[in-house]
């Protein structure tokens, strides 16, 4: 079984900072690695995925997100955030098990509000 | 436009009223899902299909009901809905595999009294 742990349940930062929203997953087995983003009254949007290969995996939007097998973390990152990036955001890990590859398990979400 | 529909978006039950979810996708995917999203507690699986007349459950099933007949549609039941199953629920559909993308659908509001 998989499970993921999203740190911060919310971020409140300013326009034009930094930011960085944690996940940590844990399975037994090797595992592919999403974030989704749902904007207000919005269904869920994929912002960028890890299969394999490059840690560093960089999405929409200005986001990158960066792979750490021994840490079990895949962190989500924007360098400059902008009003408009208010919303929630939710790690995923679906494990990498042959015939069971159908099980996307979400951690509970972190709130990122950007503040003028 | 390649989507995921639901339908209602917003509904207001009573308990014990059966009701149906209705979800269609029109991008051929084979696999199709199920979610609750509660505050606090993020997305949890409902029921799952791999292919027409392959389904299996998720994290959270009971209460719940689903078919797959068709590839295109995959309705959620509530045979006798609960308060607890007051949710805002999504459908989501894929290609094949977890390789591919998850397209979401808008989510319906269901509020069971």
């Known amino acids: 079984a998989q499970s993921v742990t999203q740190l911060d349940s919310q971020v409140p930062v300013f326009e034009e900072a930094p930011v960085e929203l944690r996940c940590n997953y844990s399975s037994s087995v090797s595992v592919y690695l999403f974030w989704y983003v749902q904007y207000p009254n919005q269904g869920l949007q994929l912002l960028l995925k890890y299969l394999s290969g490059s840690t560093l995996v960089k999405g929409i939007n200005g986001f990158e997100a960066e792979f750490n097998k021994s840490q079990t973390s895949f962190h989500l990152r924007k360098p400059s955030v902008h009003i408009s990036d208010t919303a929630e955001y939710f790690c995923a890990v679906s494990a990498n098990s042959g015939g069971s590859n159908y099980k996307l398990t979400f951690g509970k979400g972190t709130l990122l509000t950007v503040n003028p | 436009e390649a989507q995921v529909t639901q339908n209602p978006r917003y509904l207001i039950t009573v308990t014990g009223k059966k009701l149906t979810v209705t979800c269609s996708q029109n991008?051929?995917?084979?696999?199709m899902s199920w979610y609750r999203q509660d505050p606090g507690l993020g997305l949890r699986q409902i029921y799952y299909?791999?292919?027409?007349?392959?389904?299996d459950k998720g994290d959270v099933p009971e209460g719940y009901k689903v078919s797959r007949k068709e590839k295109r549609n995959f309705p959620l039941i509530l045979e006798s809905p609960s308060p607890n199953q007051t949710s805002l629920y999504f459908c989501a559909s894929s290609a094949r595999t977890f390789y591919n993308e998850q397209f979401f659908g808008p989510g319906t509001r269901l509020t069971v009294l």
């Open positions: 299909s791999m292919n027409v007349e392959v389904t």
């Open positions: 991008m051929n995917h084979e696999y």
